[in-house]
C-alpha cells in the first residue's frame, strides 16, 4: 500500500469502525485490568504458564507424537497437515458426505480457509459464535481474534438482520438479536452433519482439549452431530492435564476480563455423551450411532517458527487478544487495519510472518509503536514489541534501495543495507540529524519551517506537513553544562551519569539543566559525557544492526562511569527502557545487569534519595499546585509512573494522572504522514482527559519527550517535565 | 468464610440462585425450582430423581422440548462458583446444555475451594480415566450482539442445589 493509501485506508475505518472498536475494547481492557488485579498470584500464574509453554515448544516434536497416541488410543483419528491445502483435503475427505457443518469459534481455522474449501466441495458451513455467525452474514472478516465483529455496533447488526433475514418483526434489542440468532443457529446445529470446533489447549498425556467458550456454541458443535473434527494449530499441546491450571486461570482474565468464561469444555473425545437423532422418540441410552472424531494438526509455518529464534516465542501465544485490547493504535482502528491475512494485534505480526509470510505482516507492522504496554499484559510474557522489531528489521532488509537514498546518505551513519524505508533511515538516524540541525541553529529551524522544505520532507520522507517539527535549542544541554562549574567531588555524596539523550541535549535542554539542579542541590554530582545516542531511534524503525552497535558504543562509554560506581540516570524513559529492557538482547548477561542495575529514571531517583534523607525535600520546590501528569508509556511498563506522582504529592500537588495508554505519538510515529490522523485521533482522547471540566487549570506535566510534543499540539497550555516543576528554584 | 459460603457467594455474583437442602429435603425443594416439562439424568448417593417429575432417559424430543434440565456435578469450585459438569452416557452433557433452565445438583463435600484443588481431582478422574467435563461458570452469555445477553446458545439460567448432610 502507498503511503496515501495507507492514509486513506486509515482515515475510512477511523470513520467507520474505529468508534465501535474502541468502545469493545475499552471494556475488555479495563476488564482486564480489573480482574488481574484481584489475582493475588497473578505474576506467579504467569510465570509458570511461560515455563509450560517454553517446555511445550522445545518437547513440540515428542509431545505431538504422545498426543497422537492417546487420541488413537481413545478412538479418535489424527491427521498431521503440514500447511493449509493439505488441512483442508483431509477435512473436506472427512466431510465428504455431510450436507452441513456446525463451526465454533476458531482462529486456526480462518488460517486455513477451511469454508472455503468446504463449500467449495457443496458443504453448507454455518459460523455458530454469534460474533462470527454477524461476520459470515455480512462476509466481512474477523476485525480482533477473540471478538471478531467487535467493529460492527448493534444498530448495524440488527440493521443487517433485518435485511438479510426478513424477520417478522424487525430485530432491535441486543436480547432480541441473541433470541433470533439461537433460534436459527439451533436448528442448523441440529440438522448438521459435522461438528467443527477449534482447540485452545491438547493435552498430550490424556487426548483431552480444552475449549474456552462463553455461550455453549462449542459444546454443541462438540456433540450434537455425530462427527466432530477438531481443527488447532501443534503449538497448543501441552504435556501434562495440570499443566492447564494456569491457563484455565488467566485466558479469560487476561481476555476479556471475565474470571473465567461460562464453559470451559475437557474434551476427551471421542466423548461418551451418547449420539443424538434430533426428531426421535427413542430414548437417549438406546442410541447406538457411534462418534467419530479427527484431530487436524496444523503446522503450516509453525515448525519452522520453533527453528526461529526469534520467531519462536510467537507459539506461545494463546490468543487471548490482551495485547490488541491495550494497544491504543488498535483501539482506535481494530484489526482491519492492524492485522494481516488471518490474525490481528501486536502478536499478529509474529504469526502473520510465520504462517503467511513476511509481506503480510508488512502490511500493519508499523502500527506497533513499541510503546510496550502489551508487555505485563501479555499472559505468556511474550516481548511483542521485540518480535515487531525483528519482523520489521527482515521486511526492511527485503526491500529495494529507494532512488532517494543519497539525500539522506550524509544523514545516515547507520549499520543498515539499502532497502530501509528512507522516513525510517531520517527517524532513525534522528541523533545525527538533531546534531547537524543544532550546528545551524537558528537557520536549520528557520529552513525546515519554509513551504519548499515541508513539501520536500513529505514528498521525500513522509513527514506530515501538519506537525510542528521540533526546534533545535541554540544552546545545547551539554555546551551550558561544560561551561559552568558542578559540585567538587568532596562537597558530594555520590556521583551520577546524566545520560544526555538526543532530544533533552539539542531540543529542550530546559529539563537537563533542571535534573543537574535537582541533583547537585540534593548533593549528587553530576557527570554529563559524551555518549553515543542509545539505540531507541533505529530500533523503533527496526534497524538493528544500528541499534545493537549503538548498545555497544553506550554501554563502552558507560563501563568506566559504572566502574567508578557512578549511577546512570535517564531522563527520557524510552532510554531508560532500553538500559533495562532491550540491552538484554544486546549486551552479555554481565553488561547487561550491571548497567541495568545501576540506571535510573530521573523522577524515581530523586524520589530514592528524598525518601532516604526526607529532610532534603527542602531544597525541592514545593506546592500546593495542581498538575495534570500523563506518564510515559515505557516508564509505566516499568512500573514507574507511580515514583513521579509520589514524588509530586509528597510534595503537596494535587495530581491528575491520565488513564490513557499512549498519547498517540510514539516516538516519530506521529510524524508520518500515513499515521498522522490516528496519531491524532489517540491523542483526543488524552486531550479529553486533560481538557475535561475543572481540569484546565492543572500545569501539564510529562515525562516522555514525544509525549510532550503531542502535549503541546494538543492542549493550549505548554506541557514541562516534572523536573522542571520541582527543580529548586534558580533565586 | 466457609467453603460452602464461598461458593455460595461467587454464584450470587454471577446471578446463578443457590438453595442449600439436606438430602430428605430434595424432592420438594426440586419441585419447586424446576420449571416443567423437566428431564434429567443423575447419579449420586444422596439423592435421586425417582418419583419427581423429572424425566429420566429422555429422548431428543423430550430433550428440545424440556424447560429444564437437571444434572449432578462432581464438584464444585468455591472461588469461582463454578460447577464441573462430567459427561455421561446417560446423555448429561445435552441435558444440562440444550433446556432454558439447568439445575445443577452438587454434594457439599465436592464443593472444593480453588482451581488448583480442581484440577489436580480432575488429573486423576478425568484425564485418567480419559472423560470429558465441563467447567460451567454461570449462564451461557455473550456480548455479541452489542450488549450482555443470557442465554446465548446454552441455559438462561441455572440454579445450583448444595446438599449438604
Ligand atoms: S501475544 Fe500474549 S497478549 Fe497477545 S494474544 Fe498472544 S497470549 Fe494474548
Sequence with gaps: MSTDDKAAHIRRLLDTEGDSVQANTRVFNQGRYAATEDLEDYEELKDRAR??????????????????????????????????????????????????????????????????????????????????????????????????AIHKSREEIAELFNREFETDEPLETAEELTMFAREYLGERV???????????????????????????????CAVAPDTHIAVSGVEKVLPNFEDLQPFIELIARSGTGQDLTSYMSLLTPPV??????????????????????????????????????????????????????????????????????????????????????????????DLCTGCSRCVNQCPVKI?????????????????????????????????????????????????????????????????????????????????????????????TLQEWFLAREGLSPTEADREAVLYPDTYTNYISPERGKAAVRTLESL?????????????????????????????????????????????????????????????????????????SAASYEICEYVYGLVTNDPEKTDVLTEGPGRVAYHSHCQQRTMGLGEYTETLLEDLNYDVLTSTVECCGMAGSFGYKEQYYELSMDVGYELEDEFEAAGQRDRTVLASGTSCTDQLDVLLERKPHHPIELIAPDLG | ?????????????????????????????LEEVIEKPAVGTLSMESVSLEGTPVATDPTPNQL?????????????????????????????????????????????????????????????????????????????????????????HGPKRVHVLVIEQ
Design chain 1, 272 to 365: 461418551s455423551t451418547p449420539t443424538i437423532e434430533f426428531g426421535s422418540d427413542a430414548p437417549l441410552s438406546e442410541a447406538d450411532g457411534d462418534r467419530d472424531f479427527h484431530l487436524v494438526l496444523i503446522d503450516n509455518g509453525r515448525m519452522a517458527m520453533r527453528e526461529d529464534p526469534e520467531l519462536r516465542e510467537t507459539l506461545y501465544c494463546i490468543r487471548c487478544g490482551a495485547c490488541a485490547n491495550v494497544c491504543a493504535n488498535f483501539q482506535h482502528v481494530g484489526g482491519h487495519a492492524f492485522g494481516g491475512e488471518t490474525y490481528s494485534g501486536g502478536i499478529a505480526t509474529g504469526w502473520e510472518a510465520g504462517v503467511h509470510g513476511q509481506e503480510s505482516a508488512g502490511e500493519f507492522n
Design chain 1, 523 to 595: 548533593g549528587v554530582r553530576v557527570l554529563l559525557p559524551d555518549l553515543p545516542e542509545s539505540g531507541r531511534a533505529p530500533l523503533s524503525q527496526g534497524m538493528l544492526s544500528t541499534a545493537r552497535e549503538q548498545a555497544h558504543e553506550t554501554y563502552a562509554g558507560l563501563a568506566e562511569h559504572l566502574d567508578a560506581g557512578r549511577d546512570v540516570i535517564a531522563i527520557e524513559p524510552s532510554d531508560l527502557a532500553m538500559f533495562r529492557g532491550e540491552y538484554e538482547k544486546f549486551l552479555p548477561e554481565a553488561s547487561f545487569d550491571r548497567l
Design chain 2, 64 to 152: 428440545t422440548e424440556s424447560v429444564t434440565g437437571v444434572t449432578g456435578a462432581s464438584l464444585g469450585i468455591a472461588e469461582y462458583g463454578s460447577v464441573v459438569l462430567p459427561s455421561t452416557s446417560g446423555g448429561a452433557e445435552p441435558v444440562s446444555l440444550f433446556c432454558d433452565l439447568h439445575v445443577v445438583v452438587v454434594s457439599a463435600e465436592d464443593i472444593v475451594p480453588d482451581m488448583p484443588t480442581a484440577v489436580g481431582t480432575m488429573a486423576t478422574t478425568l484425564a485418567d480415566g480419559r472423560e470429558s467435563a465441563i467447567i460451567a461458570t454461570g449462564p451461557s452469555a455473550t456480548a455479541d450482539m452489542g450488549a450482555l445477553v443470557r442465554g446465548a
Design chain 1, 190 to 220: 441440529k440438522e448438521a452433519d459435522v461438528g467443527m470446533t477449534g482447540a485452545n489447549f491438547l493435552v498430550a498425556e490424556s487426548g483431552t482439549m480444552l475449549l474456552v467458550t462463553s455461550e455453549g456454541n462449542a459444546r454443541k
Design chain 1, 383 to 475: 516481548d511483542i514489541p521485540w518480535i515487531n522489531e525483528v519482523v520489521r528489521d527482515r521486511i526492511n532488509r527485503g526491500e529495494a534501495p529507494s532512488e532517494f537514498d543519497f539525500l539522506v546518505e550524509g544523514l545516515t551513519p547507520d549499520a543498515e543495507p539499502g532497502g530501509v524505508s528512507l522516513q525510517k533511515r531520517f527517524f532513525g538516524n534522528f541523533g545525527t540529524v538533531a546534531k547537524l540541525g543544532s550546528k545551524t541553529a537558528p537557520v536549520s529551524n528557520w529552513l525546515a519551517e519554509l513551504p519548499p522544505s515541508r513539501w520536500a520532507m513529505e514528498k521525500v520522507l513522509q513527514i506530515d506537513r501538519r506537525r510542528d517539527l521540533p526546534k533545535f535549542a541554540d544552546e
Design chain 1, 51 to 148: 515455563e509450560i509453554k517454553e517446555e511445550a515448544i522445545s518437547r513440540l516434536p515428542e509431545l505431538i507424537e504422545e498426543l497422537t497416541e492417546a487420541v488413537e488410543e481413545n478412538g479418535g483419528h489424527v491427521y498431521l497437515a503440514s500447511d493449509a491445502a493439505d488441512a483442508n483435503r483431509y477435512i473436506t475427505e472427512v466431510a465428504d458426505d455431510a450436507e452441513t457443518l456446525v463451526k465454533s469459534k476458531s482462529m486456526t481455522s480462518e488460517e486455513i480457509d477451511v469454508n472455503e474449501a468446504l463449500e467449495a466441495t457443496g458443504v453448507d458451513v454455518y459460523e455458530t459464535d454469534l460474533g462470527e455467525f454477524v461476520i459470515q452474514v455480512a462476509e466481512e472478516s474477523p476485525s480482533h481474534i477473540v471478538g471478531p
Design chain 2, 1 to 29: 468464610m466457609s467453603t460452602v459460603d464461598t461458593f455460595e457467594n461467587a454464584l450470587d455474583g454471577l446471578a446463578v440462585e443457590t438453595t442449600r437442602l439436606a438430602p430428605e429435603a430434595f424432592e420438594g425443594v
